[in-house]
């Protein structure tokens, strides 16, 4: 268990002893103590802005399952993701998950990819997933469907799980290390990043004919794109200033737009960062790694590998150019923001926040509901200064049995547009949408961030959520998990 005094927020009945407990951690979370129905829920209304509709205000985040074929088609286990993701009742489905553009952009080698030889297996997908939304909410009125589109950049590994393949941008004093990177390990070069730019606008294309709503160029979580935006030490036309490091975003949207020119663009972005984090050595117990702290960063101020962050304590955000990329998008005409931030892989906390670490870990650096105020206050700023773009909200699946409370009052109170589910989809998708409906909520189904979902990728099987969903529960993966989870 964590080294700090973490309330369970499972054995918390009553919503106001929730709200109390906030306030005595010195944050603000929004939060309802009466859910509304039917027609009078905030979660209910529609959003319209240009000429996008989406029919509520619940989104369903993208979350990969790493069970694709290794030709980058979808299994069964995708379909019955996405399924879940369908019966949610959310309006606004944001990337499915993340989509290689090619091969050797993928980030396992079970990633979905798009291609002419996955269309079919895509489609189907998308197929399913409104079958079952019908089903929950009798009409496809307002569903909007987008396709994440990515390159995994520093986080390749298309060939093996065990086998790194990293594309980098530049060379990272703290990441590099943690990757075994030579100094003179080869940057991708700009001819190279020309081919995975025509990489986008290929593929966007197939998503267009496949039917989707849009495209996200996805901006987040250590993966390629978001890798640009902290390109500081890049030489060339993709790094140092802020116009070249969002070269890439531009050339992509150009394509995008000359290629396929019926979708729309979104972008999740990673809207700040901190330095990388590691179990806290000192404070390991019975070889269970300590809590999180950050890397030794002192000989590196200037901070020149971030976006969001402070140069001078990197540590803390700065949203100087994140409000810079926002007015940037306004600029481009794109309308759809999924804010996120940070990264699994070197910061999960701020990222994910859970209660229990994945394998790769680290016990929480603190409570797990100030990562998600961070990122909700983070939001509401955002909002506040660019009112007329169309913002999702992440990492709400920690708040738990109060979820729903929150949502509603973060809806009703114009923190955000709409309230994105990640882990909470794989136990419980429709917990918003019956919350709306004034369903009594299934505490069985809650979420309550064991972090399986994450640990099973980290061994090579696929994700989902081992503890309450008998799909995983009872399937050939669980023991698997059980033994690789005792080996370490
Ligand atoms: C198993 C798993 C798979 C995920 N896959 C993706 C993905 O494909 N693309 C992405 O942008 N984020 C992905 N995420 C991040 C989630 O979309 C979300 O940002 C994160 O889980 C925090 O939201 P939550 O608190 O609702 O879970 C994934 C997270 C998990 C746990």
């Not at 929950?136 to 390159?151: K, R, W, Y």
């Not at 300590?290 to 000989?299: A, F, M, N, R, T």
């Amino acid at each position: 268990m964590s080294a700090l005094p973490i309330l369970r927020l499972g054995t918390v009945k009553v919503v106001e002893r929730f709200q109390a407990h906030v306030a005595s951690l010195g944050v603000h979370i929004p939060c309802d103590s009466k859910l509304l129905a039917g027609e009078s829920s905030p979660l209910r209304l529609a959003l319209n802005r240009g000429g996008i509709r989406i029919g509520n205000r619940i989104a369903v985040q993208p979350m990969e399952g790493w069970d694709g074929g290794t030709d980058g088609n979808p299994s069964e286990h995708t379909k019955e993701r996405w399924r879940k993701f369908g019966g949610s009742g959310a309006k606004l489905i944001w990337g499915g998950e993340a989509i290689a553009v090619s091969h050797e952009g993928r980030a396992n080698p079970n990633q979905l990819m798009i291609a002419v030889h996955t269309q079919k297996g895509l489609s189907e997908l998308r197929r399913i997933l409104i079958k079952e939304h019908r089903r929950t909410t009798g009409s496809e009125d307002g569903l909007i469907i987008g396709l994440q589109l990515t390159h995994s950049g520093r986080y390749c590994r298309p060939n093996r799980h065990t086998k790194p393949e990293p594309r980098i941008l530049y060379h990272h004093p703290i990441l590099d290390k943690r990757l075994g990177l030579s100094r003179d390990y080869p940057l991708l070069t700009d001819a190279e990043i020309e081919t995975i730019i025509a990489d986008f606008h290929r593929t966007a294309k197939l998503a267009e004919d496949l039917g989707f709503d849009f495209v996200d160029i996805k901006h987040c979580h250590g993966y390629l794109g978001h890798e640009f935006l902290s390109a500081h030490t890049r030489e060339g036309k993709y790094g140092g200033s802020f116009e070249n490091r969002t070269r890439f975003l531009r050339e992509v949207v150009a394509g995008v737009r000359a290629n396929a020119p019926r979708l729309e663009i979104g972008v999740r972005l990673s809207a700040f960062d901190t330095v990388a984090y590691r179990p806290d050595p000192s404070k390991s117990v019975n070889g269970k790694p300590g809590p999180g702290i950050p890397e030794v960063h002192d000989h590196l101020i200037p901070y020149r590998w971030g976006f969001g962050v402070d140069a001078n304590r990197p540590t803390e955000i700065d949203l100087t150019e994140t409000i810079q990329f926002l007015s940037l998008l306004e600029e481009l005409n794109i309308p759809l923001v999924n804010l996120t931030a940070g990264s699994p892989y070197y910061n999960p906390h701020i990222q994910r926040p859970a209660l229990y670490p994945p394998s790769d870990g680290y016990q929480p650096a603190e409570d797990p509901l100030i990562s998600v105020a961070r990122q909700m206050e983070v939001a509401r700023e955002l909002k506040r200064r660019f009112p007329n773009l169309l913002f999702v909200g992440t990492a709400y699946s920690y708040l738990q049995d109060f979820l729903p409370n929150v949502a509603q009052a973060a809806v009703r109170e114009g923190w955000i547009d709409a309230v994105g589910m990640g882990r909470m989809i794989l136990t419980y998708p429709e917990i918003l949408h019956d919350a709306s409906e004034g369903k009594p909520i299934e505490y069985k189904r809650v979420c309550r961030t064991l972090s399986d979902c994450t640990t099973a990728p980290r061994k090579g099987l696929p994700s989902g959520c081992y503890p309450l969903d008998s799909y995983y529960k009872h399937s050939e993966f669980a023991e698997k998990l059980k033994l690789a989870k005792a080996k370490t």
